[in-house]
């Protein structure tokens, strides 16, 4: 089972950007569908976007469509999150998870990095 450990959140302006990185242990990384999450103050954590095991597919949620673009590196058992257009209700603790093939539900999970847009 992989280990996951995001970075590169941060202060950032509306209208700024940010790009988070999730880096996984382990020699499986390449078979986990890659997700990120968010859950800001008071809110429940709600999904982000995924990534198929080959990058072959992508899945967004509508508010960040065309702002955010989720990619990973199998070579560097990375998945990012490059988070253009930021605005302040992105405010939100930022997760990164794994789920394995046939899963329903994403079993691993990273501490979560703090994004903070301001207005």
């Known amino acids: 089972q992989v280990q996951l450990v995001e970075s590169g959140g941060g202060l950032v302006q509306a209208g700024g950007s940010l790009r988070l990185s999730c880096l996984a242990s382990?020699?499986?990384?390449?078979?986990?569908?890659m997700g990120w999450f968010r859950q800001a103050p008071g809110k429940e954590r709600e999904f982000v976007a995924r990534?198929?095991?080959?990058?072959?597919?992508?899945y967004y949620r509508d508010s960040v469509k065309g702002r955010f673009t989720i990619s990973r590196d199998n070579a560097k058992n990375t998945v990012y999150l490059q988070m253009n257009s930021l605005k302040p209700e992105d405010t939100a603790v930022y997760y990164c998870?794994?789920?394995?093939?046939?899963?329903?539900?994403?079993?691993?999970w990273g501490q979560g990095t703090q994004v903070t847009v301001s207005s």
């Open positions: 990534i198929s095991q080959r990058s072959a597919t992508t």
């Open positions: 382990g020699s499986t990384f390449s078979t986990y569908t």
């Open positions: 998870a794994a789920k394995e093939t046939l899963a329903t539900m994403y079993s691993v």
